[in-house]
């Protein structure tokens, strides 16, 4: 990488080696950097590893921590404040994990601005339109080779569990990666072949969920694994469950796991 690359929207500036050129545009920078679109940011850091630059895209899709509009089955007890404070620190500990993991490329799908937890490296494109079925196919769409997508309700993760879908050999024999969660849907899709349409029409947030999308990828036959049982951040005895799981590692407590901590000790005042 040469130099600085920056773009915006509305004045689109470009960078590099000192050259500049100002369009209309979101902004991008490249080389430790940052791209905005209508609020969206997206970073690119120095590679950390060498499987970056072969392998599989990692896609992460999630929602701007704003109070009142994330993790709302936690309220109560908990304020939307606090609520939002829980999906914040859930979704920085995703974001940590996936820049220490090999992938060809790391992209935040965003509903929403990206703010201070959003650390360098990763592209960030804004969510599509329509339901999450319709959003989650839009995100396998921006993907021409292998791509993984999680979402930001699993704070828990670890590269061990994430490992067998993102290594050198994750895509011998097998066309898709299979995390379902414990209430019925999944943490975790990948596609060899990013298809949309094996997205499409899977009706969310139901009980059935995970089955349905496990049973249309085996329907159009597609050799299918699977990642572990996982438990997903939505009511208040699940962030709870994980937060003593996030807070047991060795190395020290996770953002979620200290966010949980401080709740409970502000409510012991």
Not at 15 to 42: K, L, N, Q, S
Request: a negative charge; proline letters at 7%.
């Amino acid at each position: 990488m040469t130099g600085q690359t920056r773009t915006e929207t509305g004045e689109t500036r470009t960078e590099t080696g000192g050259a500049r050129t100002v369009t209309d545009g979101a902004r991008t920078v490249t080389d430790g950097a940052r791209t905005e679109t209508d609020g969206a940011r997206t970073e690119t850091g120095q590679p950390s590893t060498d499987g970056e630059r072969a392998g599989t895209a990692l896609l992460v899709i999630a929602k701007e921590p704003v109070p009142g509009r994330v993790k709302t089955r936690l309220t109560p007890p908990y304020t939307p404040r606090q609520a939002a404070g829980l999906a914040e620190a859930s979704l920085a500990d995703t974001l940590a994990l996936a820049a220490r993991l090999p992938a060809r490329r790391r992209v935040l799908v965003l509903a929403g601005r990206a703010g201070d937890w959003l650390p360098d490296g990763f592209e960030v494109v804004p969510q599509s339109g329509g339901g999450l079925d319709e959003r989650i196919a839009a995100a396998f769409a921006l993907c021409d080779g292998p791509a993984l997508l999680i979402g930001m309700d699993t704070p828990q993760l670890t590269r061990e569990l994430l490992w067998p879908a993102l290594a050198p050999d994750a895509w011998d024999g097998c066309d898709a990666w299979y995390g379902p969660a414990a209430d019925g849907g999944f943490w975790a899709l990948g596609l060899a072949v990013p298809d949309p349409e094996l997205v499409r029409g899977v009706p969310m947030s139901a009980p059935e969920t995970g089955a349905v999308q496990r049973r249309r990828l085996v329907d159009a036959g597609l050799s299918v694994r699977d990642l572990p049982v996982l438990r997903d951040v939505d009511t208040a005895e699940d962030a709870a469950a994980i937060a003593a799981v996030c807070g047991s590692r060795a190395g020290g407590a996770s953002r979620f796991a200290k966010a949980f901590a401080d709740l409970r000790t502000e409510a012991a005042r």
